[in-house]
T-cell receptor, first 109, second 115 residues
Framework: QKEVEQNSGPLSVPEGAIASLNCTYSDRGSQSFFWYRQYSGKSPELIMFIYSNGDKEDGRFTAQLNKASQYVSLLIRDSQPSDSATYLCAGSGYSTLTFGKGTMLLVSP | NAGVTQTPKFRILKIGQSMTLQCTQDMNHNYMYWYRQDPGMGLKLIYYSVGAGITDKGEVPNGYNVSRSTTEDFPLRLELAAPSQTSVYFC??????????????FGSGTQLSVL
């Protein structure tokens, strides 16, 4: 069974710090990985995707993928209180995505 | 552009009742999905469809049924509601996914309570 594992948190960081969110996956056939942000009571929204080993940067966000270790991470630089949310990691399968349980991030002013 | 529209937003059912959660998208996406999300948990796939007339089971299909008669609509049917089906339900759609980008567009969700 395909699994995506995340620490549920909460991960607490002060404003301006770097938040590091991690994810491991079991399916070596997964090609692409996604980070969705979900505010309380809202639907998930895509913030990053990555499919090649290494780093991918988009503004304050950097996604990292290591296929040999089956490990995905998301770094948020200069964290803001508005980044407080649950971050869901997802891996691609045949026509579907498998989601982790999500990590709650709390950024304190 | 409305995107993915789900109705209703909230519903309370009694044990044993049935209902249909409606989902429609106006982006001409072939792929549509139903997920449920329990408190503190991630999204679990109930059913999905890769095009009109084609549906397939996801991870947690028991107690649910779907149909896909048109590209736009993908209703989810709950028969004989049980307390275990209390959850938030999300409908989502996407372009035909390839190996690199499978962005999902989500509806706003339906909060369902079975009492």
């Amino acid at each position: 069974q395909k699994e995506v594992e995340q620490n549920s948190g909460p991960l607490s960081v002060p404003e301006g710090a770097i938040a590091s969110l991690n994810c491991t996956y079991s399916d070596r056939g997964s090609q692409s990985f996604f980070w969705y942000r979900q505010y309380s009571g809202k639907s998930p929204e895509l913030i990053m995707f990555i499919y090649s080993n290494g780093d991918k940067e988009d503004g304050r966000f950097t996604a990292q993928l290591n296929k040999a270790s089956q490990y995905v991470s998301l770094l948020i630089r200069d964290s803001q209180p508005s980044d407080s949310a649950t971050y869901l990691c997802a891996g691609s399968g045949y026509s579907t995505l498998t989601f982790g349980k999500g990590t709650m991030l709390l950024v304190s002013p | 552009n409305a995107g993915v529209t789900q109705t209703p937003k909230f519903r309370i059912l009694k044990i044993g009742q049935s209902m249909t959660l409606q989902c429609t998208q106006d982006m001409n996406h072939n792929y549509m999905y139903w997920y449920r999300q329990d408190p503190g948990m991630g999204l679990k796939l109930i059913y999905y469809s890769v095009g009109a007339g084609i549906t397939d089971k996801g991870e947690v299909p028991n107690g649910y049924n779907v149909s896909r008669s048109t590209t736009e609509d993908f209703p989810l049917r709950l028969e004989l509601a049980a307390p275990s089906q209390t959850s938030v339900y999300f409908c989502a759609s996407s372009y035909a996914p390839d190996a690199t980008n499978e962005k999902l567009f989500f509806g706003s969700g339906t909060q369902l309570s079975v009492l």
